[in-house]
T-cell receptor, first 114, second 110 residues
Framework: NAGVTQTPKFQVLKTGQSMTLQCAQDMNHNSMYWYRQDPGMGLRLIYYSASEGTTDKGEVPNGYNVSRLNKREFSLRLESAAPSQTSVYFC?????????????FGNGTRLTVT | EDQVTQSPEALRLQEGESSSLNCSYTVSGLRGLFWYRQDPGKGPEFLFTLYSAGEEKEKERLKATLTKKESFLHITAPKPEDSATYLCAVQGGSNYQLIWGAGTKLIIKP
């Protein structure tokens, strides 16, 4: 089993360019999440999808959009990249929202915006 | 405001030297506290969930404990392969979303 797969692994963008980060999970999980990780800070939630067909904003949604394409796939789009969006982006999934459903993470996309 | 603080930011130990990592939190109505391990270039990997004060969980050389204000991750006789960043997160109140600490980077020297 691959678990949670993220593509690409690395990306460099110029300010104003757009891109989509892809995430797919093969564990039949209902909920999927996008986080960003910055040095010296905890993981911050950008958007999440509690189930197929639903998406909700997290702590830091500005400048991002998401699409829950189907149960397996959850993409994150940057419409006009800014240097402040330089970060490591992690996708995660879980079978539910409760305490007995730990998050399973992908290995991240390292994005640099110049 | 809900908050999670981990200390120290970094900890260097000799192989076999036991120590503890701290995760202090302020949250209204703790539902659960989670520990994850993160290796360089990888995503976090789940270790433990603690639900109430007094609870303890163990896995190999790691033991996690919980009080009403903080959690400790005790590492006994660590090995170099225990080197990683350890992340703590809490879930509180009616919000299912996790609040994460910045992590403690643990380095075990052979």
């Amino acid at each position: 089993n691959a678990g949670v797969t993220q593509t690409p692994k690395f990306q460099v963008l110029k300010t104003g360019q757009s891109m989509t980060l892809q995430c797919a999970q093969d564990m039949n999980h209902n909920s999927m999440y996008w986080y960003r990780q910055d040095p010296g800070m905890g993981l911050r939630l950008i958007y999440y999808s509690a189930s197929e067909g639903t998406t909700d904003k997290g702590e830091v949604p500005n400048g991002y959009n998401v699409s829950r394409l189907n149960k397996r796939e959850f993409s994150l789009r940057l419409e006009s990249a800014a240097p402040s969006q330089t970060s490591v982006y992690f996708c995660a999934s879980t079978s539910g929202q409760g305490l007995n459903s730990p998050l399973h993470f992908g290995n991240g996309t390292r994005l640099t915006v110049t | 405001e809900d908050q999670v603080t981990q200390s120290p930011e970094a900890l260097r130990l000799q192989e076999g030297e036991s120590s503890s990592l701290n995760c202090s939190y302020t949250v209204s109505g703790l539902r659960g506290l989670f520990w994850y391990r993160q290796d360089p270039g990888k995503g976090p990997e789940f270790l433990f969930t603690l639900y109430s004060a007094g609870e303890e969980k163990e896995k190999e050389r790691l033991k996690a404990t919980l009080t009403k204000k903080e959690s400790f991750l005790h590492i006994t006789a660590p090995k170099p392969e225990d080197s990683a960043t350890y992340l703590c997160a809490v879930q509180g109140g009616s919000n299912y979303q996790l609040i994460w600490g910045a992590g403690t980077k643990l380095i075990i020297k052979p």
